[in-house]
T-cell receptor, first 113, second 112 residues
Framework: DVKVTQSSRYLVKRTGEKVFLECVQDMDHENMFWYRQDPGLGLRLIYFSYDVKMKEKGDIPEGYSVSREKKERFSLILESASTNQTSMYLC????????????FGEGSRLTVL | AQSVTQPDIHITVSEGASLELRCNYSYGATPYLFWYVQSPGQGLQLLLKYFSGDTLVQGIKGFEAEFKRSQSSFNLRKPSVHWSDAAEYFCAVGDNFNKFYFGSGTKLNVKP
């Protein structure tokens, strides 16, 4: 069964802390994505990667960075967490194909105090 | 620019009743269209997708959707809703560059 695993389901951090959200997929997918989900706003793309060490900014990259050192792993980094980054973060992966659907992890709910 | 609109934020239907969730998209080329469902506290699961061919597509859990190019719509339907269908539903459009654009979602409540 295909799987996208996010390392932490729930995190509580303090303002100014550095936060790492990890995502691993076991489907050998080329593409990986980080989305942020907020009520009434749907899913907004933060960053995506179509290959190892490659990354592209999405619609809301400010305050975030990413790392993809291995094909199966895509990390989202909040260099200095702020309260407005309290949200649900969803990782997804897909094949490098125009018709490749997204496979999602279960999400990481981050609260920044 | 690509965009997806789901005009209904909340919908409540009685169990056993039919369901239609609306989705309109804006995309310049042939769209790749998807419907996803999210149960509380979970990630998103694909219900169905449309790439080409027959404009009526069947998905999992008894859902179907119809692509209407003239109306730029891809509405999701189910003839008889079950209590377990209560969830949030997202419509999405994918482009040729492997990017996906999501609507803001429709929350479905099912009355017993």
């Amino acid at each position: 069964d295909v799987k996208v695993t996010q390392s932490s389901r729930y995190l509580v951090k303090r303002t100014g802390e550095k936060v790492f959200l990890e995502c691993v997929q076991d489907m050998d997918h080329e593409n990986m994505f980080w989305y942020r989900q907020d009520p009434g706003l749907g899913l907004r793309l933060i960053y995506f990667s179509y290959d190892v060490k490659m990354k592209e900014k999405g619609d809301i990259p400010e305050g975030y960075s990413v790392s993809r050192e291995k094909k199966e792993r895509f990390s989202l980094i909040l260099e200095s967490a702020s309260t407005n980054q309290t949200s649900m973060y969803l990782c997804a992966s897909s094949l490098y194909s125009a018709t490749g659907e997204l496979f999602f992890g279960e999400g990481s709910r981050l609260t920044v105090l | 620019a690509q965009s997806v609109t789901q005009p209904d934020i909340h919908i409540t239907v009685s169990e056993g009743a039919s369901l239609e969730l609306r989705c309109n998209y804006s995309y310049g080329a042939t769209p790749y269209l998807f419907w996803y469902v999210q149960s509380p506290g979970q990630g998103l699961q694909l219900l169905l997708k449309y790439f080409s061919g027959d404009t009526l597509v069947q998905g999992i859990k008894g859902f179907e959707a119809e692509f209407k190019r003239s109306q730029s719509s891809f509405n999701l339907r189910k003839p008889s809703v079950h209590w377990s269908d209560a969830a949030e539903y997202f419509c999405a459009v994918g482009d040729n560059f492997n990017k996906f654009y999501f609507g803001s979602g429709t929350k479905l409540n099912v009355k017993p």
